[in-house]
């Protein structure tokens, strides 16, 4: 199996699992029944998943790896930029209310803090899926692919863990990334002013910017910090050997 079929399967799984909760109406059940099961995790797990899915972090693994294929960051500013706008846009568009101002705080485990509004889809979902789908157009390793993959889907998981979005904000939400993980691979293959080293150079300037606010962030979700600090100085690190590269080869 090649890693793209792999990714398209997925994302087809996903909408098809999406489509199945919608027409059973069974959404609600669906997130009680998780979010109650989830609990035989601790809640520190749950709130290190979820900020695995945090742009931020999702911002320093692909600086990481882009580091070492600078040809990743034109494909990742495009993501960002056409994710962004299609997960806000339709956060604000259909402003769909949350578990937490629809369900009794009762019946259900909140980690974190509350958001009630603007549940779908679920960015944190789209930008965990959007991550790992970036790394599998890049790889031929289908190992290296199902194990980001995994780590994606529990990240998405997560959002249900803690309270914070229904299941079907998280399946759309991460079928969403891994499609326009592909289309920005297309996009940026397919226009050439999509392809300079200049914008090469600009998305690495960003990605390194972001992973050093990392380091310092203070994540609402408890426990976070090790995983805030690590994943910003590894980011940093290996952008900054990027950069040094760059200077050795501008100076030949």
């Avoid at 797990?45 to 972090?57: E, I, K, R």
């Avoid at 937490?100 to 909140?110: G, I, K, T, Y």
């Avoid at 679920?122 to 289908?142: D, P």
Wanted: glycine fraction near 6%; charged fraction near 10%; include cysteine.
């Amino acid at each position: 199996m090649r890693t793209d079929t792999l990714l398209h399967a997925t994302a087809m799984a996903l909408l098809l699992a999406a489509a199945v909760i919608a027409s059973q109406g069974t959404n609600e059940s669906v997130f009680l029944w998780f979010n109650a099961e989830s609990q035989v995790l601790p809640a520190w797990f749950w709130s290190n998943m979820t900020f695995v899915a945090d742009t931020l972090f999702a911002v320093a693994v692909i600086g990481t790896v882009a580091s070492r294929a600078p040809h990743m960051f034109n494909t990742a500013f495009v993501l960002l930029i056409t994710g962004t706008a299609f997960v806000h846009g339709l956060k604000f568009l259909l402003e769909i209310p949350r578990p937490p101002a629809v369900l009794d705080p009762d019946v259900f485990n909140v980690i974190g803090p509350v958001v009630k509004n603007h549940a779908f889809p679920s960015g944190h979902s789209f930008t965990a899926l959007a991550t790992a789908g970036l790394i599998m157009v890049y790889t031929r390793s289908i190992p290296c692919a199902v194990a980001v993959l995994v780590i994606a889907l529990v990240a998405a998981a997560s959002r249900a863990a803690v309270g914070a979005h229904w299941p079907l904000d998280i399946l759309v939400g991460s079928a969403s990334g891994l499609i326009f993980a592909a289309l920005a691979k297309y996009l940026t293959e397919s226009q050439w002013w999509l392809q300079g080293e200049k914008l090469e150079r600009f998305t690495a300037a960003l990605l390194t910017i972001t992973s050093v606010v990392l380091i310092f962030h203070q994540s609402k979700y408890p426990d976070t910090q090790f995983l805030s600090i690590g994943g910003g100085a590894i980011a940093t690190l290996c952008l900054t050997r990027y950069w040094s590269n760059l200077v050795k080869q501008m100076r030949k």
